[in-house]
């Protein structure tokens, strides 16, 4: 018997979304506790996911996430409601692309998966109710 038995799940409820109110930037943290707390939790999450193409400070993990979307095993497969595609690197189709200072093999690399994996990737997210879509351009 753990210490969460003690509270029903409706008061672990209450308990892990006020958490998620006051310190949402630890709130992930959470899942590591134990599995009844990451079943709670996991959903609050993964309930929302977010695709960002254009360059950012930080290197860019769409590529990577889109892939693990496809295949099945992401935790947003089961529980993202909502979908953000935010700035789609422009083609020349586009009619945009003498606008985009970005260039290069980075370039080049996030323009591929948003051709090869964006599709698949929305196709996986079969519980996403909402869809919101941003560019900048």
Partial sequence: MSMLDVFSPEILDLVIREYQKCDPEHFR??????????ELVEP???STVTF???KEEEPNHVPELLKYIIS???PFVRWAKE??????VPTAADGWLERDTW???????M???????????????IRVQHVEWVSIL
Wanted: no cysteine; charged share 30%; glycine share 4%.
């Fill in 111 to 125: 323009l591929a998966s948003q051709k090869e994996d964006l599709v698949p990737a929305i196709r996986s997210l």
């Fill in 72 to 74: 099945g095993a992401s």
């Fill in 103 to 109: 260039r290069g093999e980075e370039r080049e690399m």
């Fill in 52 to 54: 960002h193409f254009m």
């Fill in 44 to 46: 609050l999450i993964f």
């Fill in 29 to 38: 943290d959470l899942r590591l506790v134990s599995k009844v707390v990451n």
């Fill in 83 to 88: 979908l953000h595609i935010r700035d789609m």
